[in-house]
Structure formats: structure tokens, C-alpha cells
């Protein structure tokens, strides 16, 4: 692979834009830490959202603990009260970080107010080309597919739509032989 | 530059005491080029002495092909090209255009267009409403004008809008409060402006202040100077030297002089005439040019000399 092709996202520690009057911070367990840090930049005028399955406890007057099931219809139903000014930071894993913004943009929210930054384990999820089943957390290539069976390549092409690496049938003409599995890296 | 279109003037309308509507058919065929809301076109205009090149929105439906719209307000500073079409521009006159361009596009995903208009700004606004802003999109328009001889599109823009469309007139002490007007809007908006430069640098400050994305906030400027104090351009490829006086730009005072450089949109927007400067402080007034380039290139549409000095092009 040449170095100058870039297929995946490089990312960056996000910074809070002090222009802004209102800052939205949606984070997963993994971004939760660094959401705190960048919290104590903003003051008052910001809202952060925990999208978690887990009890926490020990959060501040203006987080809201949410189930990954309800981001979705949260964000719907909530944006409209945001004013048009307002940042949106997403952290947390990259399928994660990536799942949000598309969500995001579904709701007409435009990218450049928008900010990613991925935190926690570098874990993968992979688009099965074949199925279309996406199978989180991967962390070796091949991985089998949980849809269709398949050992999927893990290809290092990221889709910040699906928020998912894409996986092809490893070995396809001859799909009896299987390569040793590697462990994937950043 | 493009190839330019040949037109006849069908029919011409007073909308306001200042305010002139000139309907353009083609001299050739049916059907005029497509073109998108918010597109402008180039008319030359030569009157007995010169030749204008003046930029007009478009204000007819862009599903409409078998003829453009545009409309002209006196300017009372006029070089000449307002000044020839509102008085000397008759029925059946012929002209060339250039083909529409468009640096005003409306985004196809808005939540909710706000639109601003100064003046004779809403032009651009007009070709706007039959397509609706793309999708589904809420529209809310704010027009400010000086007084009744300005007002034009006013009952048309009514009969669009209704009670979405609110007018200020300025000669009766009403103000749009832009800063209050844009802290009101719901997230996903964007705000598309066009008018004077002072409206527009309003908007656009008050959208920064308000942390709005650069990518939200549109704006046409309507007319950019392209006057200011005489000066001297040497080319370095002929050594020959230009005066540029102070009522012409440099791009026009290079044509003058047989001096082709490619050019499209005469606003310092599109980039087209960027050309190499070797020497001289420039004014730059595009919005083209990044900050570092601005040392290397100027963009002749809209740009001059700092000081009347002397500039050197590398032409």
C-alpha cells in the first residue's frame, strides 16, 4: 500500500469551538472520560448525552444517560430545541462516533459542525460486502462473517456512513484455505 | 470565457419607479441554456463610447427555457450600463449574454432557508421559489428596501411567502435586527444573503458570533467596486505599461488595450482572472484568493493598486 493513500479516518484531539454559544457532546462508555475534560471548557451552555446500556452514576446536572436503541429517535425529537449555532462533538469508539454523525446528517445538521474524536479500544466494525451484515467489535482479520459465514479480509477502507471497515471473502478462489489470523492495529 | 449568447429584448416593464424588468428571448432557437436558482448572467452592453460587462440575476423559473428575466435598478453612480439599459434599451434591441453561471447555488438539504434581501439583492431570490429550496425545506425571507421606488417583488414575493415574508422599510424607521433574527433560527439552517455590503458583513459577523458553520452562511455580494484611484500596470512578458483610470477595472483596462485574460464572473468570486502579480502592493477585494496567495496573484475583475501604485503582472 502506498502512504499516501488514505482510506481511513485520521483523527485528531478535538477542540471546542469557544465561538460557539452551545455545545452538544454525545459520547459512548469509551468517550465518557474525555467528554468530562472538555466539558470544563464550556460552562454552562452545553448538553451531554451518555449513550450506554450500563448504570452509571456520578454524572453532572446536565448529562442525560440514553440506551444506544434511543439515540436515534432522541436526537429527532431533541435537535429542533439546539440553537443554530450550536457544536456537536461525538467520542467514543469509531463505529460508534461515526454511526452518530451520520445520524447526524440525516438531520440536516451540516458536517462542519460537526467534531470526531475516537477514544477507547480500537476495535472494528466489519461491513460483510456479501450480506451486508455488520459485525462489531472485530479485532482479527479474518474474521468470520455472523451473517453469511464467510471469512472476511478486513480491508483497511473505512465508510464513515456505516461507520464500518469493509470485508471481503478472504482467499476467494480458494476459500479452503484460510491465512493465519492477524491482529488488526490502530 | 464562455461563448456568448445572442438575444433580443421581448418585452420591458417598469416594476418600481427605479426599476426596470427586461425579458430576453434567443435570436436563435427556442430554448435558452438550463440554469439553477440563484444563477446570474453577463449582458455586454455598449453604449456610443464603451463597452459594459454587467452581471443580473436571473429572476425567471428555472423550468421556464424560452426566456430569462432579469432585473435592473438605476444606479445613480452608474458608469453607464444601468444608465444605457433604463434609457436607451428599446423592444426588439438585440444583445450578447454569457451563459448562466451560478456562485449562489441553494443547498438541496436545508432544514430551513433564511433569506435575507437588501434592496435590489432579492433578485437572485427569485428564480428561487419555483424550485422551493430543494426538498421540503421551510423558508422564511426578510427584504429590506430604502423606500416604494426600490420595492419591487414585493406583491410577488406575497403571493410565494405570505405571512413568511417580512418587509422593512427603511425610509419609515423599520430595522431588521439581524442579530436577534439569527439567534432565533433552529439548528440546520442556513441563511442566504444578498445586498449591499454592509447587510452582508452584518450577517456574516453575527453568524460567527453565533458560532454558526461557515458552511451555513451564503452570501452574493450584489455589486463589488472595482473603482478607486488611477494607476499604472507594466507587463513584464511585453514590457508595456497600462493606465488604469478610476472608473474602470484593471480587467477592463487590459481588454482596452487588447490584452485578453480569461474571466468569467467580473466579481472576484470564480477565479477565473487570477493572474500572477511580480511586483507592487495590491488592494485585494475578492473573495477568492487565500491569505497566501494574495502576495503572488491578483484577481483583475475587482482588484487594484494600493497607493496608485505601480503593479506588475505577469502578462
Redesign the interface.
Known amino acids: 500500500m502506498h502512504r499516501h493513500f488514505f482510506s481511513k479516518p485520521k483523527y485528531e484531539p478535538l477542540v471546542v469551538?469557544t465561538?460557539?454559544?452551545?455545545h452538544v457532546f454525545i459520547s459512548d462508555e469509551q468517550g465518557f472520560q474525555r467528554t468530562r475534560e472538555l466539558l470544563a471548557a464550556v460552562a454552562n451552555n452545553c448538553q451531554c448525552l451518555l449513550v450506554t446500556d450500563s448504570d452509571l452514576t456520578g454524572m453532572s446536572e446536565n448529562c442525560v444517560k440514553l440506551e444506544a436503541d434511543h439515540l436515534q429517535v432522541y436526537l429527532e425529537q431533541q435537535?429542533?430545541r439546539?440553537?443554530?449555532?450550536?457544536?456537536f462533538y461525538l467520542l467514543g469508539r469509531e463505529a460508534f462516533i461515526w454511526k452518530t454523525y451520520s445520524a447526524l446528517l440525516a438531520?440536516?445538521?451540516?458536517?462542519?459542525?460537526c467534531a470526531v474524536e475516537r477514544c477507547g479500544s480500537i476495535e472494528r466494525d466489519v461491513f460483510c460486502v456479501h450480506c451486508r451484515v455488520i459485525n462489531s467489535a472485530v479485532t482479527h482479520s479474518p474474521v468470520c462473517c455472523e451473517g453469511c459465514g464467510r471469512e472476511l479480509y478486513v480491508y483497511d477502507h473505512f465508510s464513515k456512513r456505516l461507520g464500518s471497515y469493509m470485508g471481503f471473502q478472504v482467499n476467494a478462489e480458494c476459500v479452503a484455505e484460510l491465512p493465519e489470523k492477524e491482529l488488526l492495529m490502530s | 470565457m464562455n461563448e456568448l449568447l445572442r438575444v433580443s429584448v421581448a418585452a420591458i416593464n417598469q416594476l418600481a419607479p427605479d426599476i426596470k424588468e427586461f425579458i430576453l428571448r434567443p435570436v436563435v432557437g427556442s430554448e435558452l441554456p438550463a440554469f439553477s436558482p440563484g444563477s446570474h448572467i453577463i449582458l455586454e452592453i455598449h453604449d456610443a463610447k464603451n463597452l459594459y460587462r454587467n452581471a443580473y440575476s436571473l429572476t425567471s423559473s428555472p423550468f421556464d427555457r424560452s426566456h430569462y428575466r432579469i432585473a435592473v435598478q438605476l444606479q445613480q453612480d452608474s458608469r453607464g450600463g444601468s444608465r444605457y439599459l433604463h434609457q436607451a434599451m428599446s423592444v426588439g434591441d438585440q444583445l450578447d449574454i454569457s451563459p448562466p453561471n451560478n456562485y449562489f447555488a441553494f443547498e438541496q438539504y436545508n432544514k430551513k432557508c433564511l433569506l435575507i434581501a437588501g434592496g435590489i439583492g432579492v433578485t437572485p431570490f427569485m428564480s428561487l421559489f419555483p424550485d422551493k429550496c430543494g426538498r421540503n425545506a421551510d423558508i422564511d425571507m426578510h427584504y429590506v428596501f430604502r423606500d416604494q421606488s426600490q420595492a419591487a417583488f414585493v406583491s410577488k414575493l406575497r403571493d410565494q411567502l405570505g405571512g413568511r415574508l417580512s418587509c422593512y422599510q427603511r425610509s419609515q424607521g423599520q430595522r431588521l435586527d439581524v442579530a436577534r433574527l439569527l439567534s432565533e433560527q433552529p439548528l440546520g439552517t442556513h441563511v442566504y444573503v444578498c445586498g449591499p455590503e454592509r447587510l452582508i458583513e452584518d450577517v456574516r459577523h453575527q453568524a460567527t458570533m453565533l458560532g454558526w458553520p461557515e458552511s451555513t452562511v451564503h452570501f452574493e455580494k450584489f455589486a463589488v467596486a472595482t473603482n478607486g484611484a488611477p494607476f499604472s500596470v507594466r507587463l513584464k512578458k511585453t514590457g508595456r505599461s497600462i493606465k488604469v483610470a478610476e472608473d474602470e477595472s484593471l480587467l477592463d483596462a487590459l481588454h482596452r488595450n487588447g490584452v485578453e485574460v480569461r474571466h468569467l464572473c467580473r466579481a472576484g468570486v470564480c477565479g477565473e482572472c487570477k493572474t500572477a502579480l511580480l511586483q507592487g502592493p495590491a488592494e485585494h477585494r475578492d473573495l477568492y484568493l487565500a491569505d497566501a496567495e494574495k502576495s503572488e496573484f491578483i484577481m483583475p475583475c475587482v482588484s487594484r493598486a494600493r497607493n496608485a501604485a505601480e503593479l506588475v503582472l505577469d502578462l
Open positions: 469551538n465561538g460557539s454559544r452551545y435537535v429542533v439546539f440553537p443554530a449555532g450550536s457544536r438531520l440536516c445538521i451540516p458536517r462542519d459542525q
